[in-house]
């Protein structure tokens, strides 16, 4: 198998290590390229981008050889894997790309548009045997990893309801317009932070997705994507769980309140963590936070995976399943028929 014979260049070159190329050099880009800067075995070699200054950019920032074609770079540098960071609709067709190169993929979310897209991936990383992880970020900050520790250690009693508040002004200029457009991001804010709101729940609470709806609206009319929605949820565990985006000109908030029998965790992923037992909210020390720490664990589980065939928990049937989730609530509003 390709990814095979390339796999073993890695110990061929000693400590260079398991080499990377990225494709796609936007803005979550270089926060990947930051945390791979910090694990021992991962080496940056080259960078591909469609946008010449961005190109520059990227390359001034990180040192690395350049490409526009990102088909170019796969042919033509010795990689053994990928980092994806493109626009939503290009997720599949250069995910089957890499694996039918045989280089394992860490690939942003969401994992492509569609299930049936992701049905494709899923193909052609079995058939060519190689590593797909999707970036789904929660398991890795910090926040989420203490509010964790705090549920498995039962002192808050049952678990029983979530619910997760996402308000952020989305229609904004300085979002890259693609994200604007259902054709190239598969839907609005419920397509990019549905899959971080699922992924985080179904962390915090080791279950799966039972039942989903919701209610989708769009309130910007140059605009086809959904702005606001609120989504009801029942995971397989019991717990019942509510999710609610406002993509308006409104204060911004990242929230999630876990509600149990005896008390309550009020999160801010990435930022703070509140324990309730009684009298008020006492404020949980959390020794690093913020985006870079998570993307260095996410990259590290990815090395573990690849190396040592470490447990992949942000498999390809995971990315699916946040995507069956997504289509699911598009599915009920009738979104696809463009109603409002
Ligand atoms: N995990 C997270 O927390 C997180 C955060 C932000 C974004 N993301 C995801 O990362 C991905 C990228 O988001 P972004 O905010 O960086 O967007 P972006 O628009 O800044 O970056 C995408 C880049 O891809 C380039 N591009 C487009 N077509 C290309 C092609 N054919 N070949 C090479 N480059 C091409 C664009 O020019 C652009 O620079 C999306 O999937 C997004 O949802 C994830």
New binding site residues.
């Given amino acids: 198998m390709q990814c095979v014979k390339k796999h073993a260049l890695i110990y061929e070159r000693g400590n260079i290590g398991m080499r990377i190329g990225f494709?796609?050099?936007?803005?979550?880009?270089h926060?990947h390229a930051e945390a791979i800067k910090k694990i021992e075995g991962l080496t940056l070699v080259a960078a591909?981008?469609?946008?010449p200054e961005?190109l520059k950019d990227f390359a001034e920032k990180h040192h690395v050889n350049t490409y526009?074609?990102?088909k170019e770079m796969v042919k033509s540098e010795v990689l053994d894997a990928v980092a994806?960071?493109?626009?939503?609709y290009?997720?599949k067709e250069?995910a089957v790309f890499c694996a039918e190169h045989g280089l394992h993929i860490l690939?942003?979310?969401?994992m492509a548009n569609t299930v049936e897209e992701c049905a494709e991936i899923l193909k052609a990383t079995r058939q060519s045997g190689v590593v797909l992880m999707i970036?789904?970020?929660q398991r890795y900050f910090s926040t989420n990893v203490a509010a964790k520790k705090i549920i498995d250690s039962g002192r808050l009693g049952k678990l029983v309801s979530i619910t997760d508040v996402r308000n952020i002004n989305y229609f904004v200029q300085s979002?890259?317009s693609?994200?604007l457009k259902k054709e190239t991001?598969g839907g609005g804010i419920v397509m990019?932070y549905g899959?971080?709101s699922l992924d985080k729940i179904m962390f915090l609470t080791d279950s799966k997705v039972m039942h989903i709806n919701g209610i989708i609206g769009k309130q910007m009319p140059n605009y086809d994507v959904e702005g606001h929605a609120q989504i009801l949820l029942q995971l397989e565990c019991g717990v019942t769980a509510v999710i609610s985006y406002c993509g308006y000109n409104v204060p911004p908030i990242n929230e999630t309140i876990l509600y149990f029998t005896e008390g309550t965790i009020k999160l801010h992923t990435g930022s703070e963590l509140w324990v309730n037992q009684g009298d008020g909210y006492e404020r949980i020390p959390i020794h690093s936070v913020g985006?870079q720490d998570?993307?260095a664990h996410q990259w590290q589980d990815f090395f573990q995976v690849v190396e040592n065939g470490a447990n992949n928990k942000n498999n390809g049937d995971y990315g699916m399943e946040i995507i069956s989730s997504i289509e699911q609530i598009y599915n009920y509003c009738g979104f696809k028929n463009n109603i409002e």
Avoid: M, Q
Wanted: aromatic share 10%; glycine share 4%; proline share 7%.
């Fill in positions: 494709i796609g050099a936007g803005i979550i880009s926060t591909a981008e469609v946008l961005r526009i074609d990102y994806i960071s493109l626009p939503h290009l997720h250069s690939l942003e979310k969401p970036c789904h970020v979002r890259p693609w994200f991001a990019n899959v971080h985006d998570a993307f």
